[in-house]
């Protein structure tokens, strides 16, 4: 390769996938601000206001709340590797991909394992795990994913809550994908521990991941007797330079985390449950196209608002659909992962995405390729019920002008 | 605190400390391009310019080279912990803060340490490491920092390269504030694996940390009996991705890595030993100016270009300064850490902040705030003798001019 490269450029996209999103223009223009030191005061300040807000999207008092300098995978790892020491006993109940990542490094963690898994697509009756804590001698923590990103399906959270305490385990969830999408109620919930990323319904590039934690699991990490497996992720030294110490652990990512502002102030600014309700308007407009269209959702209940699992029609390649929608109208969007690969679409609508004019694009470029390819389709009829969504709704204009 | 923010403001900075530095302004511009997914075939793209390019400033052919999704902490923690298994015999080289970081990380791996420490501010003779590992059983890691940020010292590597080998052990160096300041030669000095950061002389703000692995230790990865102890920072998953493969292993901080391409452009650009040459330049100006204060360095000899110590005059407060700096000049330079907290001045000259315009004006400040704590200084001298190492290198206009 020659490197002697022009200025970087980008193609036009449509970010349609299970994130990254698409972002507000004043988020990257954020992140284009001048880079500050770590420890000046002025960024100290900026680092309290992103974990107030961080605390209100999170719907939490959490002390311990702030932004891990990693993507989401390194928030899991985080909240896993500081709760859990070799030996204790861990629940984690599977349904989908990202429960078993959480397997993976539950393991790596030197957990004693109980894995429980449902069929991917669905979600757990909280039975099912209350009766499977009772086998267990000591629970030291439940997880679960919120919003399973490779299926489509939300997760019940409370009662797991309540049986995991009951149990006298600390409570772990994934909200990644769900969180500033749908409601994540951390405190209300009573959640131990939580962790997310910037760049789905939050709308901010990836590259940080939002965690909290409880004073209970406060408590648990001082109490801890080896240190984490992780100096990078160690809570107890993090906390110490996101709390009022300000003892240097790492750099911090300075750009990223004015992004991360900036689209905090965004989410706060819109208003938490008018952002909820515009990311659900937005799902049932694409979910009335889809099935107008003759295609069905994977998850048939408790679905995602921010994330749809569409069914591929039989005959069709994944890859080909999802290359035309990239290649000829600059639509990406995502196919299956592990056990659904080949057999459905992902479609994101989050954060900056969430909005008629890509869920419009979308359904018209998807009925385009499956005509085309030779799926009997009612033509216009993807459309229609979308728009009809979208009229009843009265909300069209308002999310137009949504900038 | 009230949430009701207004718009992201900060304020002005010449950033002289041990980074994050001050970035190009192109940096910020490629940094705030819209998101692109993270498996487009644009940004794989991206990727492949990005991996090229850091082949490039590491000088390196080594395949795995990428830049890991997390600080330079982040790549010290995923070089020690691809290459360590429990029990394995490491021995790190202490000169400073970050050699003792290491020794941290590898006794959280498991490693059977064999911990060498020198006077903060000196390197290590050879002889020595050649000595300790005559004395161990069967070494398999050798690991020191090249550039001790904490002390201003500069490690020559080659010959501890040697000695290392010749003791069957990989060899691993930190260069987090060497890469793109100073040579490193990682393949003619047959380094195993290294690590460094963006926003040192690379000149990109921090979140990126890139790293290399030599051939010898991408098999040793291979061979391992037990998994990484971390899943975020496992090099075996992370190289699928960055790989020919594209496997999805995290999201990648997209954003980032357009800052790092364009600042790697940048260097390549400008040229690697015109770029050294500049380091070096401003390193004189401003050695020149300090010891016509009559002021000392720390590091006696080795001194790196990028990072100054400077020994606080007695009676002097290190805070008290740094604060008049920061607060009247705008200036953020750094103080001493662990032993050398309360004791120096680390003052960076890194990536876009090393210019004659930074150099003259923290000596300007420098100068005017020690003179009105009352230490006798020749007014004058320092801008004098710094300004004369420009015009003898006839530099000073095309430093001007080098953006």
Redesign the interface.
């Known amino acids: 390769?020659s490197?002697q490269?022009g200025?970087?450029r980008?193609?036009?996209?449509i970010?349609m996938?299970p994130?990254?999103?698409?972002?507000n223009p004043?988020v990257?223009?954020?992140?284009?601000?001048?880079?500050?030191?770590?420890?000046?005061?002025?960024?100290l300040e900026?680092m309290?206001?992103v974990t107030?807000?961080l605390r209100?999207v999170f719907q939490t008092q959490n002390e311990l709340t702030l932004a891990v300098?990693?993507?989401?995978?390194?928030g899991?790892?985080a909240t896993l590797f500081n709760l859990i020491e070799p030996g204790d006993e861990v629940l984690v109940a599977v349904k989908g991909y990202f429960g078993d990542?959480m397997c993976?490094?539950a393991e790596?963690?030197g957990a004693k394992l109980t894995r429980l898994d449902t069929e991917w697509g669905t979600v757990f009756e909280p039975e099912r795990i209350g009766a499977a804590l009772k086998t267990m001698a000591k629970p030291k923590l439940v997880a679960i994913v919120h919003a399973e990103t490779s299926t489509g399906a939300l997760q019940p959270i409370e009662e797991i809550a309540r049986l995991a305490h009951e149990a006298g385990a600390l409570f772990l969830i994934d909200c990644v994908t769900s969180l500033g999408g749908t409601p994540v109620l951390i405190d209300e919930w009573k959640v131990d521990a939580a962790y997310s990323?910037t760049?789905k319904c939050l709308g901010s590039?990836?590259?940080l991941s939002p965690v909290t934690f409880s004073p209970r699991a406060v408590e648990v990490i001082r109490n801890r007797k080896t240190?984490?497996?992780?100096?990078?992720?160690d809570m107890g030294l993090i906390a110490r330079y996101w709390g009022g110490d300000r003892v240097?652990?790492?750099?911090?990512?300075?750009?990223?985390i004015?992004?991360c502002?900036?689209a905090l102030?965004l989410a706060?600014d819109e208003g938490l449950s008018v952002r909820f309700a515009r990311h659900l308007r937005n799902h049932h407009a694409l979910v009335a196209g889809v099935e107008a269209m003759g295609l069905t959702l994977h998850a048939s209940a408790n679905r995602l608002p921010m994330l749809n699992t569409i069914r591929i029609p039989t005959g069709l390649d994944d890859m080909r659909i999802r290359g035309r929608l990239?290649n000829e109208f600059g639509i990406?969007i995502?196919g299956g992962?592990g056990a659904l690969k080949g057999r459905i679409l992902r479609v994101g609508i989050m954060g900056y995405s969430s909005n008629p004019h890509n869920v419009t694009l979308f359904l018209a470029a998807l009925e385009h390729i499956l005509a085309s390819e030779g799926v009997k389709i009612p033509r216009g009829a993807a459309l229609a019920s979308a728009h009809e969504v979208y009229t009843q709704a009265a909300a069209s204009v308002s999310d137009h002008s949504g900038k």
């Open positions: 390769m490197l490269l200025e970087l980008v193609p036009r996209r970010l996938g994130g990254p999103t698409e972002v004043r990257l223009r954020a992140m284009s601000l001048p880079v500050l030191g770590h420890l000046d005061p002025a960024f900026i309290n206001q107030a807000m209100a300098s990693g993507t989401g995978t390194a899991m790892e990542r993976q490094m790596r963690a990323g760049q590039p990836p590259g240190p984490p497996q992780s100096w990078y992720l240097y652990h790492h750099t911090a990512p300075i750009n990223a004015y992004g502002h900036e102030r706060l990239l990406e995502a992962l």
